[in-house]
Each structure stands twice: as structure tokens, then as C-alpha cells.
């Protein structure tokens, strides 16, 4: 499970310890957690101060999967940068691109322009990808619990969904598929039928998953009143998306910013009410990640409806009528920001008016705030416990680096 | 609330005429850094405001000639419904700024990025150590003047000039 680190060692001078190890009292103990361990969710290193059982600190050491995004953006025009933007995210790819590209369309006054069925279709797949990273998170926090059979039924429920992207796009995961100012491509022929056949038969499986995860005692015993993150510090801590409304704020962008086609469509946000612990706890945000992928697949189903009455295709559509031959926006400062599967993923652009290069590109990463509360909630709980609260965070590393 | 009704509240509370950043969205006005704590602390706890929420920090750095940087605060309050950004301008010969963790507990972990990125120094925070990068790595990376270094731990970088005209 954790590996003592040598004096001398490399990994001590690039990326040192914040405690001294010769200088502990007699009963603690220094362990390192790390970076190459499948519970911490990809190349998180923490430093955990232990006093027995009980940690007392822990130090998360970031960096590991940094591939100099922001410096890349700002080297490359804006429609080239899309591709870096699926790899921050990379298991909800759709909604950073959502993302991007809106922060990019709205400079250019593009926004409101674009035909209702390119947003529609946005806004289907950017669902369909959440509900493929809600499984990825369900699925692998089961795992960590010790339950070994959720794993395997959600990554075969996600790869129905990363083949019908794959059937979409060309790719499986990284997609490319939302260009500044439309689609790459239309819907291919039959996916609205296969998506409606997906919708009816993810259905019942959600309640099995409910039996066999969320209301299992043992998965209760392992999560209820472990890691409780009170709605003060949530907020405070600049908490987004399913750790937030666990904590029992009914926040969420699409209906507070209500961007894209959002307004028009019907949905509720579900929020943790600490129905088998206390508000806030890891069983309550793991249950409103259950509740979001209903949510999702009622949205959709409306926009399944809308896409085969009256916005079906046809051949007058051109999914890149309104993709601009030359991305240059007049000097502004803008930040635009959506809901994907973590929180608030935001984008920060500064354009000059004279290239075709942000000055300044910026990302305001959900996983890397939500992480941030990991000292605050995990101090005096046990190791075990620990990873519990690392796991209920859904942390995708290449977005807390980027 | 509308902007020009934050607006005047905004230049209430500092007490003077506060310039509004021209086209920058959300609205952004320009703060010195001697205010900002004073500013944020009354913010925080005003009853028409009531900003509960520092979203995001972004350091910028305007352009190789510019001898300033510059930090963009976005704020947000939640039971208002109101967002909007504050900006600072620090001086690249000596980049201090008090640190706001102490107001708002999001800003630990991104001073510390900025103070990573940019080598802006944030006085007052508990806990300033670069947090992406190694920490034996030489310079800022996001400064327009930064030069990368062509050896680290024994590895040879490349990225001297020619390798740079050809890759783009």
C-alpha cells in the first residue's frame, strides 16, 4: 500500500516532502500514498501524517500529469486547441469541449446564432458523456469499497456509450466532435433509434445498481458519516458539482446560467439529503451521482424527441454552416463556464483583437478545487477511510494538472 | 442586481471612484492592492453582496514590454445571483499581493498555482510551495519571458531555438 521514500532519493528534491521525517514525534508516522496506486484515481501523490491509525494531515502532491496546457493555448490558434481540451477531462470530453467552445463562440457573437439542432445535439451528447463519467466514478468507487461486481456492469453500460460516440466521431474517448461555431459532423443514420434503445434499457440496470451498490449495507457501513464536508466550507472551499450539492446546495450551472438549450428543457437537480448518514457524508455524494445519470437520460430522452419531430434532419442541414473561416475575436476578456460531470469547468480567454492566439487562456478545473478539500474533510479519519473520501471527490488527474 | 447598481455599491464600499474594466465580461473593476483585503472582507459579509464564493484566480501576464502583471479574481455569490470579477495590477519588478485564503479557503490551492506559474508572491499564505511544477524547476512558465532550461535532473531538453522554429 505505501512505500517509504529513501533520503536521497530524486523524488525527495523535485517534489519534497512537507514534513520532515526525522523530525515526527515518537507516534507518527509518515506515509507516502502514491502516485502509482489504483485508489487515488490516476498520479496523485499524498503525504499522509499518521498518528496510528488516525491521519492527522494529508498533503497532496500534484504535478505528475502536467502537460503545460495553458502554455499550449496559448501558442495555437483557438480551433486548434480543441483537441488539448479533450485531454484534460478525458473521461468527459464533450463537456470541456462544450465548454471551449462556448467560451470562444461568445466572443465572437456567435451565441444564440447557431441552429437549435446543433445545440441540441451538444447538449445529447455532452449528457451521454456525463452519464459515461458518473459510471466511471460509481463504478471504480465500488472498487475501492470492495465491491468488485459494480465495476464490471458500468464500464459495459459505458461502453455501449463510448461506442455510439465512437460511431458519432471516429474515437472512442477524444473526440474532437464540437467545433467553434458547429459539429463536425451530423448524427449518423439510426443513432437517435439506438440511443432511445440505450435510454429503455439503462433503465432497470440503474435499479440494480441501486440494489447492489447504493443500498448494500456493506457499501452504507463503508460511506455513510464517513467524510462529511459541512455546506459552509463547501461553499467557502470553492466546492462544484456532485461534492457541493451532496453537501445540500441545489446549485448547479445549467440552471443557474441556463447556457445552451438548458432552459428549454426539463430536469430537477438532485442534492444530498443524508438519507443513511449526515448531510454531505461519501454515501450522499455518490447517491446524487446515481440520481444525475436519471436526470441525464431524461434530458435525454427530450432531446431525442425534439431531434426526430421538428428539428430532424435533413439535407438543408450543414452542421459547419456557421464555423468561421477565421477565428479572431475582437479584444476582450472573457470567462465562460458550464456544469461537466465534476463542477464548474470554466474558461478563461484573453484575446488582443490582433491574432488568432489568446493572449491568456485559462482553466478553472473543477477536480482541482474539489480536490483541494481533501486536507480540510480527511483530518482524524482513518486510513481506510481516507481513500473512501478520495474516491466519493472523482478526481480525473488530467484536469487537476492539465 | 444590475451592473450599474454593483457598480455604485462596488465604489460605496471602497469609498471612491472605482473604474470599470472596459470590455471584460463578467463586469470587472480595477482594484489597487492595498484595498483588496479591506474590499473582499466587506464584500464577504455586506447583506445586498453577501459573496460567498471566490470561483476562480487567474494570473496574466499582458505582453513581454508590460512591467506589470496582472490577477483576476471572479466572484460569485450564491443566494444573490450576482458575478463578477475584480482586477489588480502587481509590478513585475516586485510581484507582492496579500494572499485572500484566509478569506475564502478555494484561494489556497490557486495562489499557490499562481505563485507556481508567474512567481507572484502571496503574503500571508500558509503554504507557498509550487504545486504543478517540480520544485527544483528554474523560472515561471506562463511569464511571456521565460526562457525553458535545457537540462534537468540529467535529461537534455532540446528547446533551444531551432528545435523551436520547427515545430510549429
Known amino acids: 500500500m505505501s512505500q517509504i521514500v529513501q533520503p536521497g532519493s530524486p523524488l525527495l528534491v523535485s517534489e519534497p516532502n512537507k514534513f520532515d521525517a526525522g523530525k515526527l514525534r515518537t507516534e507518527e508516522m509518515l506515509i507516502n500514498l502514491g502516485p502509482q496506486h489504483p485508489s487515488t484515481h490516476g498520479v496523485l501523490r499524498l503525504e499522509v501524517l499518521m498518528d496510528g491509525e488516525i491521519v492527522k494531515e494529508v498533503v497532496p502532491h500534484l504535478g505528475y500529469l502536467h502537460r503545460c496546457f495553458e502554455k499550449h493555448a496559448e501558442q495555437l490558434p483557438y480551433n486548434q486547441v480543441i483537441p488539448f481540451v479533450d485531454r484534460l477531462d478525458y473521461v468527459a470530453a464533450m463537456n470541456c469541449e462544450h465548454a471551449y467552445v462556448l467560451g470562444v463562440e461568445r466572443m465572437m457573437g456567435l451565441e444564440g446564432k447557431l441552429p437549435k439542432r446543433v445545440e441540441y445535439i451538444r447538449v445529447l451528447v455532452a449528457e451521454l458523456n456525463r452519464i459515461a463519467s458518473h459510471f466511471i466514478a460509481l463504478g471504480t468507487y465500488g472498487l475501492d469499497m470492495g465491491a468488485f461486481t459494480p465495476m464490471f456492469w458500468m464500464m459495459q453500460d459505458r461502453e455501449h456509450i463510448l461506442r455510439m460516440l465512437e460511431w458519432l466521431s471516429g474515437s472512442r474517448m477524444l473526440y474532437n466532435y464540437m467545433w467553434v461555431g458547429g459539429l463536425y459532423f451530423d448524427l449518423p443514420v439510426g443513432f437517435e433509434e439506438q440511443v432511445s434503445a440505450f435510454v429503455s434499457y439503462l433503465r432497470p440496470k440503474m435499479d440494480e445498481l441501486d440494489t447492489i451498490l447504493t443500498e448494500n449495507s456493506i457499501f452504507i457501513g463503508r460511506t455513510a458519516h464517513v467524510g462529511v464536508l459541512p455546506l459552509e466550507l463547501a461553499i467557502n472551499g470553492g466546492a462544484t458539482g456532485p461534492v457541493l450539492r451532496g453537501s445540500g446546495l441545489r446549485y448547479d450551472l445549467r440552471k443557474v446560467d441556463g447556457y445552451s438549450v438548458y432552459p428549454e428543457l426539463e430536469f430537477s437537480i438532485p442534492i444530498g439529503e443524508g438519507k443513511m448518514g449526515t448531510v454531505g457524508d461519501c454515501w450522499d455524494r455518490t447517491w446524487v451521482r446515481v440520481r444525475e445519470v436519471h436526470e441525464s437520460l431524461r434530458i435525454i430522452e427530450q432531446c431525442i424527441t425534439r431531434l426526430t419531430s421538428d428539428l430532424k434532419r435533413s439535407k438543408e442541414f450543414n452542421p459547419q454552416e456557421f464555423v468561421p473561416g477565421k477565428i479572431r475575436p475582437k479584444a476582450q476578456d472573457l470567462y465562460a463556464r458550464v456544469e461537466s460531470p465534476k463542477g464548474e469547468l470554466g474558461f478563461y480567454f484573453r484575446a488582443d483583437g490582433k491574432s488568432d492566439i489568446p493572449v491568456r487562456c485559462k482553466v478553472r478545473s473543477c477536480s482541482f478545487s474539489n480536490l483541494s478539500l481533501l486536507p480540510e474533510i480527511s483530518r482524524g479519519v482513518l486510513l481506510a477511510d481516507l481513500i473512501a473520501i478520495i474516491g466519493s471527490i472523482d478526481v480525473v488527474m488530467g484536469e487537476v494538472d492539465r | ?168
Open chain 2, 1 to 168: 442586481m444590475s451592473e450599474q447598481l454593483l457598480h455604485e455599491k462596488v465604489q460605496v464600499i471602497c469609498g471612491r471612484d472605482v473604474q470599470q474594466a472596459e470590455q471584460y465580461s463578467p463586469i470587472t473593476f480595477r482594484l489597487q492592492p492595498d484595498e483588496l483585503m479591506g474590499f473582499f472582507e466587506r464584500i464577504k459579509s455586506d447583506t445586498d453582496l453577501y459573496i460567498d464564493r471566490l470561483s476562480c484566480i487567474t494570473g496574466i501576464d499582458p505582453g513581454k514590454d508590460s512591467e506589470h502583471m496582472e490577477v483576476l479574481y471572479h466572484l460569485e455569490s450564491i443566494t444573490a445571483g450576482i458575478l463578477f470579477a475584480v482586477l489588480i495590477s502587481v509590478p513585475k519588478s516586485n510581484p507582492i499581493i496579500p494572499s485572500v485564503q484566509s478569506i475564502w479557503k478555494s484561494a489556497n490551492w490557486l495562489e499557490r498555482e499562481i505563485f507556481d506559474m508567474y512567481g507572484i508572491h502571496f503574503s500571508g499564505h500558509p503554504d507557498l510551495r509550487r504545486i504543478l511544477m517540480p520544485a527544483d524547476w528554474e523560472g515561471y512558465p506562463l511569464r511571456k519571458d521565460y526562457v525553458t532550461q535545457n537540462e534537468y535532473h540529467g535529461i537534455q531538453v532540446e528547446a533551444n531555438e531551432e528545435s523551436k522554429t520547427n515545430s510549429l
